[in-house]
C-alpha cells in the first residue's frame, strides 16, 4: 500500500506526513495484535493513503491548503549575517547551521550566500556566484556577524 501512495511517503516528510505515518503504524500493529480483523485494517490503510493524497492533491491546488498543511521556507542566514530572531522562531543554533555550512561541498564562508531551513526541516546553502564574492570589511556594520554570540 505506500508503494502504491508514492514517492511522497517515502521522502523527506512534513509534519502532516509524519501524523500520516505514525496513524498507518498504529493500524498495522493493531491488525498484528488481531484487535482489528485484516479486513478492516486494510480498508483502514486504504483509506488513509487516500486521505494523504487528496490533502496532497488539494494543497498543491490551494494555496490556502498549502499553509495549513506545509510549513514555508525560513532564511536562517544572509551575506555573513546569522538571521538570530528567525533561528529562534526555528528552534534553530548557530552551531547547527555552522555544522552545514562546513560540508565538503563549502570550502569558504565568504562565498556563502544563504542558509535556508526548508518546510520539511533541512537546512539548505547557497553559494554566491564566483563573480559576486561578498568580502567582508572592518567598516561596514553588520547587526549579526560570524563573530556574534
Given at each position: 500500500m505506500?508503494?502504491?501512495s ?9 509534519p ?7 496513524t498507518?503504524?498504529?493500524v ?25 493524497l487528496?490533502f496532497?492533491?488539494?494543497?498543491q ?9 506545509n ?6 542566514f544572509?551575506k555573513?549575517?546569522f ?7 526555528e528552534?534553530?543554533?548557530?552551531q ?5 555550512i ?13 542558509v ?5 526541516g533541512d ?9 559576486n564574492?561578498?568580502t567582508?570589511?572592518p567598516s ?10
Amino acid at each position: 500500500m505506500i508503494r502504491i501512495s508514492g514517492k511522497r511517503s517515502l521522502a523527506q516528510l512534513n509534519p502532516f506526513d509524519v501524523v500520516v505515518s505514525f496513524t498507518l503504524g498504529s493500524v498495522i500493529a493493531y491488525m498484528m495484535l488481531e484487535q482489528v480483523s485484516l479486513a478492516e485494517g486494510a480498508i483502514v490503510l486504504a483509506l488513509i493513503i487516500v486521505l494523504q493524497l487528496c490533502f496532497a492533491k488539494f494543497a498543491q491546488r490551494s494555496k490556502t491548503f498549502e499553509k495549513i498543511f506545509n510549513a514555508k521556507q525560513t532564511l536562517l542566514f544572509y551575506k555573513l549575517n546569522f538571521l538570530y530572531d528567525a533561528m529562534r522562531k526555528e528552534l534553530v543554533t548557530q552551531q547547527e547551521i555552522m555544522a552545514v555550512i562546513r560540508q565538503p561541498d563549502f570550502s569558504d564562508l565568504s562565498k556563502i550566500f544563504s542558509v535556508i531551513m526548508e518546510s520539511n526541516g533541512d537546512l539548505s546553502v547557497t553559494e554566491i556566484p564566483e563573480s559576486n564574492v561578498v568580502t567582508s570589511s572592518p567598516s561596514e556594520s553588520r547587526p549579526h556577524t560570524l563573530s556574534d554570540p
